[in-house]
């Protein structure tokens, strides 16, 4: 007895096949995203990587910059083992291969060092040295340590080679001297010129002051007087002889020579041609 097979055929429905695409389609996108945050990432670190190398390289310039700009005192390495150092305490000192010059105190002041006594040992050392060294800074100091003590003539000669080069001729007669130089120099880099000039005061009585003291053996004390007597410089000048007089302190001398001031000429004639 035979018995007939028939096969069965399953024909999706119209939603089977939509689940079926929509499952596809996640799946897709999940693998595009997966991809995507991963080539994110390798630019993330590529990029934090550069940007690391960067900071790194201002931060060297900026170091390199500052060594060459800052609060120290560059030392040429051939100076290395100078006494001179060891008195250097104020202001911090280090080596460097880059300059030329012994000491390097500020951005255009240099120094160069030298010993009498190894002068006189090599006595073409700083001529040779000079003349390699005198066209790179602005302020270019010599130095020079007065160690032996027939030192006159030596320092005659040297002096002749400081100004003929435009150096600053500095005697140091020890090395604790010496290294206050150098520290001073780089301490007062920034400084203006105002803590060495002269300083004339605003007041009228410091003017004053100034003024009548140019007499000859009139002093600070007598200019008070004058001034509490006849209170100005006016009333100084227009004042009589017996007035002078009756101030304190004042002779016939002093009074002779206060009213002989104010006779004279500010500007001396010029004499005439015969």
């Not at 590529?46 to 060297?60: C, E, F, L, V």
């Amino acid at each position: 007895m035979s018995s007939d097979k028939k096969s069965t055929v399953n024909i999706p429905s119209f939603e089977d096949i939509q689940k079926q695409r929509e499952q596809q389609t996640r799946q897709a996108s999940s693998i595009f995203n997966s991809a995507r945050a991963s080539t994110e990432q390798s630019v993330n670190k590529s990029s934090s990587a550069q940007s690391t190398i960067t900071i790194a390289t201002q931060s060297n310039t900026n170091a390199t910059h500052r060594r060459a700009t800052g609060n120290t005192i560059l030392v040429n390495p051939t100076q290395q083992k100078n006494p001179l150092l060891k008195h250097v305490h104020n202001v911090a000192w280090e080596l460097s291969n880059v300059i030329k010059i012994d000491y390097v105190v500020g951005q255009t002041t240099g120094v160069v060092y030298l010993s009498l006594r190894y002068h006189r040992l090599y006595p073409t050392y700083i001529y040779d040295r000079i003349t390699a060294l005198k066209s790179l800074y602005v302020c270019r100091i010599l130095l020079v340590y007065v160690d032996v003590e027939n030192y006159h003539d030596a320092i005659r000669e040297i002096n002749r080679i400081a100004i003929l080069s435009d150096f600053t001729l500095m005697l140091a007669w020890s090395l604790e001297e010496a290294g206050r130089y150098l520290e001073t120099y780089k301490m007062f880099e920034h400084k203006t010129p105002d803590l060495i000039r002269e300083r004339v005061e605003d007041e009228y009585l410091a003017k004053a002051t100034d003024c009548l003291t140019q007499v000859k053996s009139v002093n600070k004390t007598d200019v008070l007087t004058l001034l509490s007597t006849f209170g100005s410089l006016k009333g100084i000048a227009e004042a009589k002889t017996e007035e002078l007089a009756m101030c304190p302190g004042f002779g016939e001398q002093k009074v002779k020579r206060l009213q002989q001031v104010w006779k004279q000429p500010f500007v001396a004639n010029k004499k005439q041609k015969k």
